[in-house]
């Protein structure tokens, strides 16, 4: 018989096991960010998407970059995908947008999270990737720092093979004090759609992915160029030949597609020689994006490039003047002879004249193929097959690449992995339509930030650069488009095609251009590999403080410690002429403990140094008096 202390006993040990239990399940729910039974701590507003907004498609206190974040679902209009049984998802499209989240009143000190379920039917059969971030807000309301996740997959569905279920994309942040409002933003890495449903923000998160702050402490004052200049500018051409994107011509986007690809081809290689001769008299070094069949002196052999394709994107659906390039071979009206016989088709006898006066070749693609249309194995070819007829030239693998069409809208993730494996580094000629604009313009047309950045997903990796298309008309927008990246210490890439620099307007609006950024003085000219690699290498600088004490002071300054910082370059490029700031209170500064002579910096209080590719140096710095930096 059991007794009556004991059976109590039993009773008691088989609570606190239970509440034990229950504790656990609620402690492992809340670190998951996922609901609980009979309670649902979800903070975020309208996150069924059931509430319409003013903005058509867009649910209320949603909102987003750009077109293309709109509620669909079997119970809305039939398409789109739903995961949680109420008929409704939010769709995502475009690498340059975002979906927003409704404000969230939140307290400092307390770790929130946030998770959505997300998958994507890319037509390009591509899986990509999502990343969350948050921001937040002051009691005034005004935005004061953020946090980003890193990029997470998001599963491909296909008819054929539908995954098991949603991917999730999560994250987890402490509320920094002076924080009153929170919103998310999810942010895709390409052009792939995305659908999203069952977005929520709770409490906890311990197990998620840590938001971490993305601004980087500048720990001494960088120079954002080289030598002290401003700002860069890169002079740009496309450059094709009939075979190489003439005959080829959309008429969305091309005014002269309706004119003979033979008169084309020829002013392409006329427009070298003229734009040569203006860069040759203010000794500028410029960049030709070249399609693949600029490198050849003929093709008499009949080489099949690419496997000679039949792309069927290239009909009158998608802006063609006609269909015939949906069953015609695209490389098919190769005429198959020489510079000597067919000069607008083969360019071949220009490469060395460009590559002796200083000036580089990057890819505009072999084929001049449409780039949000192609899958990923097309852009292997195309990229395969430019280097290699470019190395029978002498002239290197691509590193950087100028859109055909600025076509870069539809581009998905497999698409970019593929440029990226194959060693392009900066990417301009972007799509300049919403949802993919990543450089928005202004009522005047001038890029409103003309500053290369990471592109999405690639950060470290391949910059892209903004650009600006200079005409006869355009050329004063083109001093003021220049005057904007000084003021902001940006970049931009003024451009045209080679065969309009056969007019007069169009050779003196280049002069006038070249001439005044030269006289500036202040502004870095240089072809747009080298200040994309530059710019690469500069983002990617590391520094760290090291520690140091009163006794590291070796009788200069005021006898407190030294300033102490590791600068890594971190990245395949060499920093030539990085300006480091000095305080004005400086007394000495050494370079790996060498000192160096106050000549070198005291006049302009800035010290210049070059650090070469994986380098890392010590810096170090005293001063006369207390400095707060």
Request: aromatic share 10%.
């Amino acid at each position: 018989m059991i007794s009556r202390p004991f059976a109590f006993g039993a009773i008691i040990f088989s609570f606190i096991i239970g509440a034990v239990g229950v504790f656990l399940f609620i402690s492992q729910r809340l670190d998951r960010c996922t609901a609980l039974p009979l309670f649902d701590p979800n903070l975020l507003p309208n996150a069924q998407f059931a509430v319409p907004g003013e903005v058509s498609g867009l649910p209320a206190g949603w909102s987003r970059g750009a077109g293309g974040v709109e509620v669909h679902g079997p119970a809305v209009d039939g398409q789109g995908f739903d995961l949680d049984g109420d008929g409704r998802g939010l769709q995502l499209i475009g690498i340059a947008n975002y979906a927003q989240t409704p404000p969230i009143t939140v307290e400092p000190g307390v770790t929130y999270c946030f998770t959505v379920a997300a998958l994507t039917d890319s037509m390009l059969r591509s899986a990509t990737r999502a990343r969350l971030v948050f921001e937040w807000y002051d009691q005034r309301g005004e935005l004061f720092r953020q946090a980003v996740t890193a990029w997470q997959p998001v599963v491909l569905w296909t008819p054929d093979r539908p995954p098991a279920s949603w991917s999730t994309i999560g994250g987890a942040v402490r509320a920094p004090e002076p924080a009153r409002v929170l919103r998310v933003r999810i942010e895709p890495s390409s052009d792939d759609r995305i659908y999203l449903d069952m977005p929520r923000l709770q409490r906890g998160g311990a197990s998620l992915p840590i938001a971490e702050s993305s601004e980087p402490t500048s720990l001494l004052q960088i120079a954002l160029w080289p030598e002290g200049y401003q700002a860069a500018v890169a002079f740009t051409f496309d450059w094709e030949t009939a075979m190489g994107g003439l005959v080829h011509s959309r008429s969305v986007d091309d005014p002269r597609a309706d004119e003979d690809p033979v008169m084309r081809g020829m002013r392409m290689r006329t427009g070298v020689e003229t734009s040569m001769a203006i860069f040759a008299r203010h000794n500028v070094r410029a960049t030709y994006y070249a399609t693949g069949y600029n490198f050849l002196m003929g093709n008499r052999e009949q080489r099949r490039f690419m496997g000679d394709p039949v792309f069927p994107w290239a009909s009158v659906a998608n802006g063609w003047r006609s269909d015939r390039w949906v069953t015609h071979r695209w490389f098919g009206d190769d005429p198959y002879g020489t510079v000597a016989t067919d000069p607008a088709w083969y360019f071949g006898d220009q490469i060395e004249p460009l590559l002796a006066a200083g000036h580089e070749i990057q890819s505009h693609t072999f084929s001049h193929l449409y780039g949000g249309y192609a899958d990923a194995a097309t852009w292997r070819a195309d990229l395969e097959a430019w280097n290699t007829v470019a190395a029978e030239r002498g002239v290197g693998n691509a590193r950087s690449l100028a859109f055909p069409w600025s076509s870069s809208a539809g581009m998905s993730d497999a698409n970019w992995d593929v440029i990226e494996q194959l060693g392009i580094r900066s990417v301009t000629r972007l799509s300049d339509y919403g949802p993919y604009n990543l450089f928005p313009t202004d009522e005047q047309g001038l890029v409103r930030n003309p500053q290369c950045r990471w592109l999405p997903g690639r950060e470290g990796r391949i910059l892209a650069c903004p650009d600006f298309y200079l005409t006869p008309d355009r050329a004063e927008m083109a001093i003021v488009q220049i005057e904007r990246a000084v003021a902001v210490g940006g970049m931009i890439d003024i451009w045209a095609h080679t065969e309009e620099v056969t007019s007069v307007a169009q050779q003196t609006a280049w002069e006038d251009v070249v001439s005044y950024t030269v006289r500036r003085g202040d502004v870095w000219v240089a072809p747009l590999s080298e200040i994309a690699h530059w710019q690469i290498a500069r983002m990617s600088l590391s520094i760290t403080p090291v520690t140091t004490t009163s006794a590291d002071s070796f009788g200069y300054g005021n006898g407190e410690p030294a300033q102490r910082y590791h600068l890594s370059n971190l990245s395949p490029y060499d920093l030539v002429g990085l300006m480091i700031n000095l305080p004005s209170d400086t007394a000495a500064v050494a370079i790996d403990h060498n000192i160096i002579s106050r000549t070198q910096w005291e006049a302009r209080g800035w010290l210049r140094i070059d650090l070469a590719a994986g380098q890392t140096i010590e810096v170090t710095m005293w001063l006369t008096r207390s400095n707060s930096r």
